[in-house]
């Protein structure tokens, strides 16, 4: 029966809405089956799929189906919807609530009602459209937390490369960078200063001083003895954070912790590595690594253990989800 002039706009925009639903032709090392061609075949409607471009296929095949096979329309369409499910959600692209129910419009203009894609508890299992975007805009923000942590990877690895006057300027960079990307807002930008960099920065209501050593050579207990005092002269409620790029010797770090009270943590290059690149595939939050640290700090005056030591023996119970 030759289809009416209506049916023929309805297929028209049937063919653009399922689109996105399935690719044309599968690919060579895929499931054979997930593909507009796929069903055709199985159907026993291949001479209905002529290849080629992707959405003159579809309608072609959507108006031969229609046209001479009309008893098996709604079932291929069905098929259509049932692979493209996992097709989409393959992809991290669902099919929404609000997509099923347009379709199912469309549907309608050819007389026809599917009572699978009307079922209810169908319809309120699919991800809403509001609620595709939230993942959609949750997936791109953590495509620009991974390329700007390996960005900071791979600027760390070039310090090491570059004459001692580079070293420190490139290190400054990076440690803006570094509190940049997870927000901590210095309250100033971090400066070289001779041979180590300053600056400050606040977390839960914390004032942080900041001093970093860029040098290759492992600091050494004068050093956290000074900044200590720094941190000290300035007021009572005053922390630190000492990073040094070279490390530390572990008769400072021991020696420092003995008779006096905590009031500064360290980081090292390996802890930076460890909070970029992440644990398990799970990416560590540098707020919660300096919380972390704090917190072993006071429970133990130990300012020496590092990141990676502090999650495993903690089994992971202050590691950030």
Same mark, same amino acid.
């Given at each position: 029966?030759t289809? $009416?002039?209506?049916?023929?706009?309805a297929i028209? %925009?049937?063919?653009?809405?399922?689109?996105?639903?399935?690719p044309?032709?599968?690919?060579?090392?895929a499931? *054979?089956?997930?593909? /507009?061609?796929?069903?055709a075949?199985?159907?026993?409607?291949? !001479?209905?799929?002529?290849?080629?471009?992707?959405?003159?296929?579809?309608?072609?095949?959507?108006?031969?189906?229609?046209?001479?096979?009309?008893?098996? /329309?709604? $079932?291929?369409?069905?098929?259509?919807?049932?692979?493209?499910? &996992?097709?989409?959600?393959? &992809?991290?692209?669902?099919?929404?609530?609000q997509?099923?129910?347009?379709?199912?419009d469309?549907?309608?203009?050819?007389?026809? &009602?599917?009572? #699978?894609?009307?079922?209810?508890?169908?319809?309120e299992?699919?991800? $809403?459209?509001?609620? %595709?975007?939230?993942?959609? *805009?949750?997936?791109?923000?953590?495509?620009?937390?991974? *390329?700007?942590?390996?960005?900071?990877?791979?600027?760390?690895? *070039?310090?090491?490369?570059? $004459?001692? %006057?580079?070293?420190?300027?490139? /290190? #400054?960079?990076?440690?803006?960078?570094?509190?940049?990307?997870? !927000?901590? !807002?210095?309250?100033?930008?971090f400066?070289?200063?001779?041979? %180590?960099?300053?600056?400050?920065?606040?977390?839960?209501?914390?004032?942080?001083?900041?001093?970093?050593?860029?040098?290759?050579?492992?600091?050494?207990?004068?050093?956290?003895?000074?900044? =200590?005092?720094?941190?000290?002269?300035?007021?009572?409620?005053?922390?630190?954070?000492?990073?040094?790029?070279?490390?530390?010797?572990?008769?400072?770090?021991?020696?420092?912790?003995?008779?006096?009270?905590?009031?500064?943590?360290?980081?090292?290059?390996?802890?930076?590595?460890?909070?970029?690149?992440?644990?398990e595939?799970?990416?560590?939050?540098?707020? #919660?690594?300096?919380?972390?640290?704090?917190? =072993?700090?006071?429970?133990?005056?130990?300012?020496?253990?590092?990141?990676?030591?502090?999650?495993i023996?903690?089994?992971?119970?202050?590691?950030?989800?």
């Amino acid at each position: 029966m030759t289809l $009416s002039l209506s049916e023929t706009r309805a297929i028209q %925009q049937l063919a653009e809405y399922l689109y996105s639903f399935l690719p044309g032709q599968p690919h060579p090392f895929a499931d *054979q089956r997930i593909s /507009f061609a796929g069903i055709a075949n199985e159907r026993g409607l291949k !001479n209905f799929w002529q290849g080629g471009s992707k959405l003159p296929s579809i309608t072609n095949f959507l108006e031969k189906t229609l046209e001479f096979k009309r008893e098996v /329309f709604c $079932s291929v369409i069905l098929e259509i919807v049932r692979r493209g499910i &996992k097709y989409r959600g393959n &992809k991290g692209e669902p099919i929404t609530r609000q997509e099923i129910e347009e379709l199912n419009d469309l549907i309608l203009r050819l007389n026809f &009602k599917i009572p #699978e894609l009307w079922d209810k508890k169908f319809l309120e299992d699919l991800p $809403s459209l509001n609620q %595709q975007n939230v993942n959609e *805009q949750e997936m791109k923000e953590k495509r620009v937390d991974q *390329q700007k942590r390996k960005g900071l990877i791979e600027g760390l690895k *070039q310090i090491e490369k570059l $004459s001692p %006057q580079e070293r420190g300027y490139a /290190f #400054e960079r990076f440690l803006n960078e570094l509190f940049g990307i997870f !927000n901590l !807002n210095p309250n100033r930008p971090f400066r070289l200063v001779g041979e %180590q960099i300053d600056g400050s920065l606040e977390l839960d209501g914390e004032t942080y001083l900041i001093e970093a050593k860029w040098q290759n050579k492992l600091s050494g207990l004068e050093d956290l003895l000074y900044f =200590h005092g720094k941190i000290a002269g300035k007021s009572s409620w005053s922390r630190g954070i000492f990073i040094s790029y070279g490390g530390f010797t572990k008769d400072a770090l021991e020696a420092f912790a003995k008779g006096r009270p905590t009031n500064l943590i360290t980081l090292s290059v390996q802890d930076l590595y460890f909070v970029l690149e992440g644990h398990e595939g799970s990416y560590l939050d540098l707020n #919660e690594v300096i919380r972390m640290k704090v917190r =072993h700090a006071a429970e133990t005056g130990d300012i020496r253990v590092s990141v990676y030591d502090l999650i495993i023996r903690a089994g992971r119970r202050y590691a950030p989800k």
